[in-house]
Each structure stands twice: as C-alpha cells, then as structure tokens.
C-alpha cells in the first residue's frame, strides 16, 4: 500500500486566493511526522511546515497551514494568500520509526500553478 | 550557513561507464540520506548513513550502485556500468541526527545516461 497518497496531479489558484492541496498517508506506527516540501523548477527541495502525530494544534508557518485530521489520516497543505512564486511543485512526505532510523516516504507531488 | 551542497549539478554519461555523484551536507548533520527521483515522482529512498557507515542501504537498487562516507561528512554515490534507467535527479538530505529531525536537501544531481 502507498504510504503517503496525494490524488492531485496538478492544481491551479488564482493569485491572492487561498489552496488546499491533498495528502494522505498510512501508518499503523502511532508516532510519526508529516511534512510538506516544494519542490520549484530549479529542483531544490525546500521544508515548509512539519506537524508531529501527538501534536494537539495544527502547524502553521506564515502563509503554510497544516490541516491535520488524525483519525482521516489526512495532512492537507493549505496556503492563503497565493503569489506567483507559490508556482511550484509539492511533496507531502510521512517519517515513521525504523530500527535504526527514521524513515521517510514521499507522494507523488502535486504541481501547482498560480495564475495572475 | 551553508545548506547541502551536490557536484555536479548535471552530469551526462554513455551507458556503461562509471559515475561519482559528491553530496557535502549542512556542517554538524550527522545523517545523511541518499533520494533517487524520477520524473513526475517524488524521492525515493536509496540509502542512510549515520556517522561513517551505512545504517540502512536497502534502497539501493542493485549491486551497482554504491555510497561511502569515510569521514562521516561528504558523501560520494557511485554508480557503475551505467543504465539507461539509471537516469534521474539524486537528492542528497542532511539532519542533525537520525530521530525527530527535519531533512534538509540538496540541489540534487541531474544523471543522464545516453
């Protein structure tokens, strides 16, 4: 089974207007991380948010939101305020307890497009 | 400071040679992570090292490919008689150590293999 599942190929938001992207996972480990990374043409992977599984609150950090639904094992991304440079790709990714380490698992993105 | 730093950034081969990908992480990470991506994919998972040795190689994909780390800093990803297949970005990751720690990535290294 897919770890971390994110149904949304590609997504666009108008400029200044909030997005929600998707991401699910699945894990039978009760201490895990969530993250999302973006991912911009020039390929770096850049850390915007992480929300830890005993976390009470959801992550924010700035325009980042993390929604955070335990018992749906979803962690969608949400950003407000889009701007051209949001244009990029994103990875949801999931960190569960291995023997020696954490490991991690990525989706398989979600590109989005911010539209003047 | 100094992020991850990869060399090359491109690197075009015919089939059948031998390359070397070079991964610098961030100064004091002692976790290193090796992440293979495909096109429209997301990482995957090639090999872990903490310290010097290789914690956890089980994502290499076969005995061609190869990681070091001899001083428990930079990282070198060898791959031998190169595949056509083997073509794709390779992403370097560094964290302070091994639990409960954000990865930090690399540019990543684009491999083509002709």
């Known amino acids: 089974a897919q770890k971390i599942t994110q149904t949304q190929p590609g997504m666009f938001v108008q400029e200044k207007e909030a997005v929600t992207l998707d991401c699910t996972y699945d894990t039978s480990d009760p201490s895990y991380g969530l993250f999302w990374y973006k991912q911009p043409s020039s390929g770096e992977m850049i850390f915007l948010i992480y929300?830890?599984?005993?976390?009470?609150q959801n992550a924010t950090e700035g325009r980042y939101s993390l929604n955070f639904q335990k018992a749906r094992k979803s962690a969608n991304l949400v950003i407000s305020a889009s701007q051209l440079g949001d244009s990029a790709m994103y990875f949801c990714?999931?960190?569960?307890?291995?023997?020696?380490?954490?490991?991690?698992?990525f989706g398989s993105g979600t590109k989005l497009n911010v539209k003047p | 400071g100094a992020g991850v730093s990869q060399t090359p950034s491109n690197k075009v081969t015919e089939k059948g040679k031998y390359v070397e990908l070079r991964c610098d992480p961030i100064?004091?990470?002692?976790?290193l992570y090796w992440y293979r991506q495909s096109l429209g994919q997301g990482p995957e998972f090639l090999i872990y090292?903490?310290?010097?040795?290789?914690?956890?190689d089980s994502g290499l994909p076969n005995d061609r490919f190869f990681a070091v780390r001899p001083e428990g800093s930079v990282s070198t990803l060898k791959i031998q008689r190169t595949e056509r297949g083997d073509s794709a970005v390779y992403l370097c990751?560094?964290?302070?150590?091994?639990?409960?720690?954000?990865?930090?990535f690399g540019p990543g290294t684009r491999l083509t293999v002709l």
């Open positions: 990751a560094s964290s302070l150590s091994a639990r409960g720690d954000t990865q930090y």
């Open positions: 990714a999931m960190r569960e307890p291995g023997d020696n380490f954490n490991k991690f698992y």
């Open positions: 090292f903490q310290g010097t040795g290789a914690a956890d």
């Open positions: 929300q830890g599984s005993y976390d009470q």
């Open positions: 100064s004091g990470h002692t976790a």
